[in-house]
């Protein structure tokens, strides 16, 4: 594992340079120089300061379904109002330029979208997206709906209707984790930007990667379990090295 040292940054340059196919995993840190919050930060992460069995889980959505709603679209309005950072515009950029780019996020929000990523596996689902928790009806909400204290009813059986995000203990989207898991194996080098590392099945996806040959590179301030795997860990945060990365990418090809 090298750290953030010019060379090191290079080196990724190189990396990504010879690269043909490329799996991206991103997790909160890459939106927390928007403003919105991480989950395990240890003093304003979101499971610091709120249980998730409470709120991340169908138990706890079932036993106070108006907390968890009001919970949510709290956080939604929160990504609302944010806006993308150079990180994400960094990522869009890279999926231009680079010739195979699988963008893989854990993240619930759509900032990679607004700063004009195209294809986004949304591994953890989308906050501002709404289905019923009883039979999977997709529902448009009235922005009196979302400010209502209490989860909306759905239209085709009466059941509670809930944001489209992936609890504790839910499946992933099939076809999505299908493809995110395709593409890690076939790939030839896999970044890694702002995750813990810490879920499952998402956390797998680079050590797949590295399974079948692949060399991992992980951005994050901070060391975690993938950074400890990766054969480059660039240490800071995304919003300023993903632009330094993205400019020695332009200037030695
Ligand atoms: C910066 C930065 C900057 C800061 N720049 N970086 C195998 C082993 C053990 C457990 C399991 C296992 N397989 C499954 C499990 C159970 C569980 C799990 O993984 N638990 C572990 C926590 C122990 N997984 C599940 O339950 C999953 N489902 C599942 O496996 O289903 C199986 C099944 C099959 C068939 C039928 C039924 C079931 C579902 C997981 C769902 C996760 N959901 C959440 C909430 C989403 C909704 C919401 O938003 O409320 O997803 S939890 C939360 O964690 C959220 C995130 O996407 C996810 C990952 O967090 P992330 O993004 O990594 O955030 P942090 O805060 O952890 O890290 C931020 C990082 O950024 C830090 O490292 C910082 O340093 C860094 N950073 N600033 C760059 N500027
Ligand atoms: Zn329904």
């Known amino acids: 594992m090298s750290t953030n040292t ?8 190189s990396l990504l ?9 991103t997790g909160s840190g890459v939106s927390a120089e928007s403003g919105v919050a991480t989950f395990r930060n240890v003093e304003n992460g979101l499971w610091a300061r709120f249980d998730p069995q409470r709120l991340a ?23 609302e109002q944010a806006q993308p950072n150079p990180g994400h515009s960094a990522l869009a950029e890279l999926e231009h330029r680079l010739p ?38 997709d529902h448009d909400l009235r922005s009196s709906e ?13 059941g ?20 995110a898991w395709q593409a890690s194996e076939r790939c030839d080098l896999f970044l890694v930007v702002g995750t813990s590392g810490l879920v499952y099945p998402a956390a797998q996806l680079p050590l797949l ?3 079948h040959g692949a060399p991992i590179i992980d951005i994050n301030p901070e060391v975690t379990p993938l950074s400890e795997q990766a054969e480059i860990h660039l240490a800071g945060r995304s919003g300023a090295l993903l632009p330094r990365l993205l400019e020695l990418l332009g200037k030695e090809t």
């Open 160 to 179: 509670a209707v809930r944001p489209s995000v992936v609890w504790f203990g839910e499946p992933l989207p099939h076809r999505l984790l299908d493809k």
């Open 100 to 137: 195979v780019f699988t963008l893989v996020t854990q993240n619930v929000d759509d900032l990679h979208e607004r700063s004009g990523s195209r294809h986004v596996l949304h591994l953890h689902g989308r906050i501002n997206r709404f289905h019923c928790n009883v039979c999977g009806f």
């Open 57 to 79: 889980t169908q138990e706890g959505f079932a036993a106070n379904p108006g907390l968890v709603w009001q919970w949510y679209m709290h956080r939604l309005d929160a990504v």
């Open 6 to 13: 010019a060379s090191a940054l290079s080196a990724a340059a």
């Open 17 to 25: 340079r010879q690269a043909r196919r490329i799996v991206c995993l």
């Open 209 to 211: 990667a590295q399974q």
């Open 146 to 158: 979302r400010r209502a204290t209490a989860p909306p009813r759905c239209i085709a059986c009466g």
